[in-house]
Antibody
Framework: EVQLVESGGGLVQPGGSLRLSCAASGFTFSSYEMNWVRQAPGKGLEWVSYISSSGSTIYYADSVKGRFTISRDNAKNSLYLQMNSLRAEDTAVYYC???????????WGQGTLVTVSS | QSVLTQPPSASGTPGQRVTISCSGSSSNIGSNYVYWYQQLPGTAPKLLIYRNNQRPSGVPDRFSGSKSGTSASLAISGLRSEDEADYYCAAWDDSLRVFGGGTKLTVL
């Protein structure tokens, strides 16, 4: 069974940093592209970042470029999102989502809440 | 302001057919596949339609997707109470992934 489990969320002050993790199981993690997608309270989905299966190709949304860094450790079946210079508008539930060859976002984690507030 | 445009709400009665539209441009829907996701209250999104009109295994055939030019639509036939959820369309736009603002479907 495919499982994606996010962790690392919490309360952080504006300007602070946080590192999110996504633990993958039930599939060959190193063969799949991955994404981070976030959802602010009461709002819609917003794509944050993409990383290819090898980690060689990375994309970011303009809203987080220069502040967030996506990475992966295929040996540990884990995806990461390093978030720096956090702002109030980064407050959201952050989901990791898998891309297969045929379908983007075919599996999603349950999400982890990040709250940026003083 | 989302790159893909969806109506904020839709509604129907049990058994009815409902459609949700998604409008984009030549750089996203016009040149890439469209995906649809269902998000039940308090849960993570779930893939409903991929590659414009394909259903993952386990998704009832009451759900169907279509695409024409720079627009796409999701149709739900035989509406059921458990279909009450938020629905999002999505597509790639060059190296960016874009979502619609979401449509809240209410089953009356």
């Amino acid at each position: 069974e495919v499982q994606l489990v996010e962790s690392g969320g919490g309360l952080v002050q504006p300007g602070g940093s946080l590192r999110l993790s996504c633990a993958a199981s039930g599939f060959t993690f190193s063969s799949y592209e991955m994404n981070w997608v976030r959802q602010a309270p009461g709002k819609g989905l917003e794509w944050v970042s993409y990383i290819s299966s090898s980690g060689s190709t990375i994309y970011y949304a303009d809203s987080v470029k220069g502040r967030f860094t996506i990475s992966r450790d295929n040996a540990k079946n884990s995806l990461y999102l390093q978030m720096n210079s956090l702002r109030a508008e980064d407050t959201a539930v952050y989901y990791c989502a898998r891309d297969s060859v045929t379908a983007s976002g075919d599996y999603w984690g349950q999400g982890t809440l990040v709250t940026v507030s003083s | 302001q989302s790159v893909l445009t969806q109506p904020p709400s839709a509604s129907g009665t049990p058994g009815q057919r409902v459609t949700i539209s998604c409008s984009g441009s030549s750089s996203n829907i016009g040149s890439n596949y469209v995906y649809w996701y269902q998000q039940l209250p308090g849960t993570a999104p779930k893939l409903l339609i991929y590659r414009n009109n394909q259903r993952p295994s386990g998704v009832p055939d009451r759900f169907s997707g279509s695409k024409s030019g720079t627009s796409a639509s999701l149709a739900i036939s035989g509406l059921r109470s458990e279909d009450e959820a938020d629905y999002y369309c999505a597509a790639w736009d060059d190296s960016l992934r874009v979502f619609g603002g979401g449509t809240k479907l209410t089953v009356l």
